[in-house]
């Protein structure tokens, strides 16, 4: 078995201390730069590998950090971790991914195998329960690790998030569809017990109401973010006697289904129906009938909570502040929904 290079070996041949090779590998201003330079090519040379458990023990960091989302096969979410990961990996932490496929159980899971990870922070995307789980929540809380919320959240106290307008988004892209010339617009909501779907749901509201539409009720339909839901979900539209000449859905998923169920009608989009996601995950631009959405940011919100989480854990007066960012959306106007101007 091959000998694990010690901080002694490195000192042995540079003939220098034990403490001064320490302190030189953990970037200390007292030790020379030229020192610090010697000693991690050395290192290097030697192939000498920091015990991190020692680290952690010492700096009561484990340099670890978890992220809980929904799921990982989204491109938002992905692209939240990769913004995440841009901010945290430089300043030296590594970051343990889990999901909940929006189940409750999962949830409480991965926050008890985080905690047991003595992970230094958690950045989460809720899921779709309507169950309560504060009591997961004040666990972190309690044991002072910082809880950062993003996209999804709950409203708990010293508990900062980041978000975007989820209303406003909803409410230019209902506004889009009405100066496209559309008057009976349905809209595909998600599950509106969190915030995020029930702030689209209103900024629907709102739009329809501004501009004098008739607001109708029996044109919100509460389905899951998934395409096959989308489908099932717009049959009931187009059964109607008087169907929608547009739909906005609060996911691209659904939205998708909503064009393919519209298509299995033979009819036309935007000419017959138009359709508005949100999200704007990649198949949006990509599809030969591209989709409008609403853009969310994701790697910059990704980048805001870590550098949020960072401020918190860095806070050596332990005063707690709570930040709430909201980010602005964009209206991403593509083919599905442009019929009376000629897209650039």
């Keep these: ?186 809209h595909l909501s998600n599950d509106r017990s969190l915030q995020i779907f029930k702030n689209r749901y209103l900024g629907y509201k709102q739009a329809i109401i501004d501009n004098g539409l008739e607001f109708d009720e029996s044109l919100v339909i509460e389905t899951m973010s998934k395409v096959a839901e989308g489908r099932k979900t717009t049959k009931i539209f187009l059964d109607m006697d008087r169907r929608p000449d547009a739909i906005f859905s609060s996911s691209d998923f659904t939205a998708l289904g909503a064009i393919e169920e519209i298509k299995a009608h033979g009819l036309k989009i935007p000419e017959d129906i138009s359709v508005v996601g949100f999200s704007n995950e990649p198949f949006t631009k990509f599809m030969e009938l591209s989709i409008t959405s609403v853009d969310q940011s994701p790697i910059e919100m990704g980048r805001i909570a870590a550098q949020v989480f960072l401020e918190e854990v860095n806070n050596s007066k332990k005063v707690k502040s709570e930040k709430h960012i909201v980010l602005t959306p964009q209206l991403i106007v593509r083919k599905s929904s442009q019929r009376l101007t000629q897209l650039v």
Excluded: W
């Design 1 to 186: 078995m091959t000998k694990k290079t010690t901080i002694y070996d490195i000192a042995k041949r540079l003939n220098i201390t034990a403490a001064t090779v320490s302190r030189a590998l953990n970037n200390n201003s007292k030790i020379s730069v030229a020192t610090r330079k010697l000693v991690l090519q050395t290192a290097k040379e030697m192939n000498y590998e920091q015990n991190k458990l020692a680290l952690a023990l010492k700096s009561g960091k484990s340099y670890n950090v978890g992220v809980i989302v929904p799921r990982i096969d989204s491109n938002f979410f992905a692209s939240v971790i990769r913004g995440i990961e841009e901010e945290l990996y430089p300043k030296g932490y590594h970051v343990i991914i889990c999901q909940t496929h929006d189940q409750q159980n999962l949830e409480i899971e991965n926050i008890n195998s985080l905690l047991n990870a003595q992970v230094d922070g958690v950045l989460m995307s809720i899921s779709n329960s309507e169950i309560e789980n504060n009591d997961s929540f004040n666990k972190l809380i309690k044991k002072h690790v910082p809880l950062i919320f993003f996209d999804r959240k709950k409203a708990i106290s010293g508990v900062s998030s980041v978000t975007i307008d989820d209303f406003k988004g909803a409410y230019e892209a209902t506004k889009h569809l009405i100066d496209q010339g559309y008057k009976r617009i349905a």
